[in-house]
């Protein structure tokens, strides 16, 4: 198999863990039964031995469609052939009680002949923990069991399958009205592949699966423009919610390149304060408080075991453990030869005074318009913002994890400042008991020496550290947290180098390492998506709506056919790193959110 376009892939899943589905029609990514765990397919990062699940048809003269059903995450996969076949493959996982903890977690693969009638292959080959741990096949009669010592998967169909060293293979026929269906599920370890699965059990298990997607959305309070872009994201955020902890990761991937054949790959299937805390504002802005309010149980679990001499990780695992260390697998080729593989994550060790800021706007925001927070949570918050006033002017690693060393950076000292800000004013609106004045002061002073040493004269810019002549575009979040006004000199002067340095068509790079921006990791980078809709909603608070929506615009058509954005756009337009990412989804939902409450408010008849 030749590695498929990382924009090529739809994703499913059940709430616990992700699969991302080919346009050919092959699985090539799935860790199960959670997140992080080992994977069992992964032709994604090694497409020779990996591990996949392909359902396809034989003739090679077909054409593919691929759609999600409506406001669902059940994907469609439709082959039309010249002779007039149509058939389509509904690919989706099982949707239990949120809160069980002991999911059956099934992945059900359904070929639907509509039209006609077609020849189709299947091959199911896994390749457990990574392409690591060999594994056994038994043939039984409802299907396969695929065996290792600890972990077992079973494949239960009613279709003619046949077991070779490492997979089952089989083919099979389908005219009009047709169905065929392949259910993948765990098995005990002394277990069979599971009996029945008739066409009617199917059935009912798709129905329910849509009936929660449709339930679940319906719930969103969004009803402006770019609606179906809107919901689209909101329903990736869901499916990367671990149900039974409300975390939020970053991504279902690791190890997906921001530049195809180079080095930067990273682990993203964990919970990073700052990219849960965003979608968390996100989910909030649409009407979803039951997922926020999950989320806020999560967080107030993570702030009660905080060290007091210390402050937070800035990651966790979904089950709010420390992340594990960062290892390479030397034994898989990478996306397309893009080597390292790294499983867990060395930046979980890093210093980032920044998540502060991401967490108190976070909880200001769901005390404001949700529930007030609790006294107990109140008093872990309150430590955790006293620890900041003692430790805000030490240099760190900076939002974007950078490996060059520590450094001042204006974006850690400026989500300082909203940390203190939005404890404040949770204070001052509720009389909890704090020490106000420490935070007042610290608070005055994060804000006056920003203005003093992160403006750069010369350059007319925020710059991205204390005496950097480098541009970086978190600067265009200064107005969106309310750190300045959006018509400040200083913001609009810093917004015009953006465009006129970091950023071509739409398209905004976060820092420019072509031109001297030391990051500490060789190789370039393409785009970042979720810089471009911070450009979005920056025009858009500075009341240049034109410009605002023409660029919102030119970003949805750097979505997928489904939708869907990795972390990075390349120079042609190609998907790179680790992908669906939450912070980009989350950043279309806020400037679209924003963009159009201000084109009503501008359309509105003047009094």
């Given at each position: 198999?030749?590695?498929?376009?990382?924009?090529?892939?739809?994703?499913?899943?059940?709430?616990?863990?992700?699969?991302?589905?080919?346009?050919?029609?092959?699985?090539?990514?799935?860790?199960?039964?959670?997140?992080?765990?080992?994977?069992?397919?992964?032709?994604?990062?090694?497409?020779?031995?990996?591990?996949?699940?392909?359902?396809?048809?034989?003739?090679?003269?077909?054409?593919?469609?691929?759609?999600?059903?409506?406001?669902?995450?059940?994907?469609?996969?439709?082959?039309?052939?010249?002779?007039?076949?149509?058939?389509?493959?509904?690919?989706?996982?099982?949707?239990?009680?949120?809160?069980?903890?002991?999911?059956?977690?099934?992945?059900?693969?359904?070929?639907?002949?509509?039209?006609?009638?077609?020849?189709?292959?299947?091959?199911?080959?896994?390749?457990?923990?990574?392409?690591?741990?060999?594994?056994?096949?038994?043939?039984?009669?409802?299907?396969?069991?695929?065996?290792?010592?600890?972990?077992?998967?079973?494949?239960?169909?009613?279709?003619?399958?046949?077991?070779?060293?490492?997979?089952?293979?089989?083919?099979?026929?389908?005219?009009?009205?047709?169905?065929?269906?392949?259910?993948?599920?765990?098995?005990?370890?002394?277990?069979?592949?599971?009996?029945?699965?008739?066409?009617?059990?199917?059935?009912?298990?798709?129905?329910?699966?849509?009936?929660?997607w449709r339930r679940w959305i319906a719930k969103c309070t969004y009803r402006g423009r770019w609606r179906?872009?809107?919901?689209?994201?909101?329903?990736?955020?869901?499916?990367?919610?671990?149900?039974?902890?409300?975390?939020?990761?970053?991504?279902?991937?690791?190890?997906?390149?921001?530049?195809?054949?180079?080095?930067?790959?990273?682990?993203?299937?964990?919970?990073?304060?700052?990219?849960?805390?965003?979608?968390?504002?996100?989910?909030?802005?649409?009407?979803?408080?039951?997922?926020?309010?999950?989320?806020?149980?999560?967080?107030?679990?993570?702030?009660?075991?905080?060290?007091?001499?210390?402050?937070?990780?800035?990651?966790?695992?979904?089950?709010?453990?420390?992340?594990?260390?960062?290892?390479?697998?030397?034994?898989?080729?990478?996306?397309?030869?893009?080597?390292?593989?790294?499983?867990?994550?060395?930046?979980?060790?890093?210093?980032?005074?920044?998540?502060?800021?991401?967490?108190?706007?976070?909880?200001?925001?769901?005390?404001?318009?949700?529930?007030?927070?609790?006294?107990?949570?109140?008093?872990?918050?309150?430590?955790?913002?006293?620890?900041?006033?003692?430790?805000?002017?030490?240099?760190?690693?900076?939002?974007?994890?950078?490996?060059?060393?520590?450094?001042?950076?204006?974006?850690?000292?400026?989500?300082?400042?909203?940390?203190?800000?939005?404890?404040?004013?949770?204070?001052?609106?509720?009389?909890?008991?704090?020490?106000?004045?420490?935070?007042?002061?610290?608070?005055?002073?994060v804000y006056e020496e920003i203005m003093q040493k992160g403006w750069n004269e010369a350059r007319q810019?925020?710059?991205?550290?204390?005496?950097s002549d480098t541009l970086d575009a978190s600067a265009l979040l200064m107005p969106l947290v309310k750190?300045?006004?959006?018509?400040?000199?200083?913001?609009?002067?810093?917004?015009?180098?953006?465009?006129?340095?970091?950023?071509?068509?739409?398209?905004?790079?976060?820092?420019?390492?072509?031109?001297?921006?030391?990051?500490?990791?060789?190789?370039?980078?393409?785009?970042?998506?979720?810089?471009?809709?911070?450009?979005?909603?920056?025009?858009?608070?500075?009341?240049?709506?034109?410009?605002?929506?023409?660029?919102?615009?030119?970003?949805?058509?750097?979505?997928?056919?489904?939708?869907?954005?990795?972390?990075?756009?390349?120079?042609?337009?190609?998907?790179?790193?680790?992908?669906?990412?939450?912070?980009?989804?989350?950043?279309?939902?806020?400037?679209?959110?924003?963009?159009?409450?201000?084109?009503?408010?501008?359309?509105?008849?003047?009094?």
């Amino acid at each position: 198999m030749a590695y498929q376009p990382i924009e090529n892939y739809g994703v499913i899943g059940d709430l616990h863990s992700v699969a991302l589905v080919g346009l050919n029609g092959s699985i090539d990514w799935l860790c199960f039964p959670h997140f992080d765990s080992p994977s069992v397919f992964a032709a994604l990062l090694d497409d020779s031995k990996g591990g996949f699940f392909q359902i396809f048809p034989t003739d090679h003269q077909v054409k593919i469609k691929q759609l999600y059903l409506p406001d669902t995450n059940v994907l469609v996969t439709r082959f039309l052939l010249a002779s007039g076949g149509v058939a389509e493959l509904v690919d989706f996982m099982p949707i239990e009680d949120e809160r069980n903890l002991t999911w059956n977690h099934r992945l059900v693969r359904r070929v639907h002949m509509i039209r006609g009638s077609m020849n189709f292959k299947v091959v199911c080959q896994p390749a457990f923990n990574f392409a690591r741990t060999p594994h056994t096949l038994e043939k039984h009669t409802h299907g396969v069991v695929f065996r290792t010592e600890d972990f077992c998967l079973g494949l239960s169909t009613e279709q003619e399958i046949e077991i070779s060293d490492t997979g089952a293979i089989g083919e099979f026929s389908l005219e009009t009205g047709q169905i065929a269906n392949f259910v993948l599920h765990r098995v005990e370890t002394d277990g069979a592949a599971e009996e029945g699965w008739t066409n009617d059990q199917v059935q009912a298990t798709f129905e329910d699966t849509v009936k929660y997607w449709r339930r679940w959305i319906a719930k969103c309070t969004y009803r402006g423009r770019w609606r179906e872009m809107v919901y689209r994201s909101a329903l990736v955020l869901k499916l990367l919610t671990f149900a039974p902890t409300g975390a939020i990761i970053a991504a279902p991937t690791t190890s997906l390149p921001e530049a195809i054949g180079q080095g930067r790959n990273w682990d993203y299937r964990y919970t990073w304060i700052r990219d849960a805390s965003f979608t968390c504002y996100a989910l909030l802005q649409l009407g979803f408080d039951t997922e926020a309010a999950r989320f806020m149980g999560w967080l107030e679990e993570r702030c009660k075991t905080v060290d007091p001499k210390g402050g937070l990780q800035i990651m966790y695992t979904i089950d709010g453990q420390t992340t594990p260390e960062e290892m390479t697998l030397d034994h898989l080729a990478g996306y397309a030869n893009s080597r390292p593989v790294r499983v867990g994550n060395g930046a979980s060790k890093q210093l980032q005074l920044d998540i502060y800021g991401e967490l108190m706007d976070s909880v200001y925001l769901y005390n404001k318009y949700v529930q007030p927070i609790s006294y107990d949570q109140w008093a872990s918050l309150r430590e955790l913002m006293n620890w900041l006033c003692h430790n805000w002017q030490r240099s760190d690693d900076g939002l974007w994890e950078v490996r060059s060393g520590r450094q001042p950076f204006v974006y850690s000292r400026m989500m300082t400042w909203v940390a203190l800000d939005r404890a404040l004013r949770i204070a001052q609106k509720r009389g909890l008991p704090a020490n106000t004045l420490l935070w007042e002061q610290t608070r005055n002073n994060v804000y006056e020496e920003i203005m003093q040493k992160g403006w750069n004269e010369a350059r007319q810019c925020f710059t991205q550290y204390y005496g950097s002549d480098t541009l970086d575009a978190s600067a265009l979040l200064m107005p969106l947290v309310k750190f300045v006004g959006p018509s400040d000199p200083k913001m609009i002067a810093t917004l015009d180098r953006v465009l006129e340095e970091l950023t071509y068509d739409t398209l905004v790079y976060r820092y420019d390492v072509s031109k001297g921006a030391n990051d500490g990791l060789s190789g370039q980078e393409g785009t970042f998506s979720l810089c471009s809709f911070w450009l979005v909603e920056c025009l858009t608070r500075a009341g240049r709506l034109d410009e605002a929506r023409l660029k919102l615009e030119k970003m949805f058509s750097y979505g997928n056919h489904l939708g869907l954005y990795a972390e990075e756009i390349g120079p042609s337009g190609e998907h790179l790193g680790n992908y669906p990412q939450a912070f980009t989804h989350l950043s279309l939902i806020s400037a679209t959110f924003n963009l159009d409450r201000t084109l009503n408010n501008n359309s509105r008849p003047q009094s």
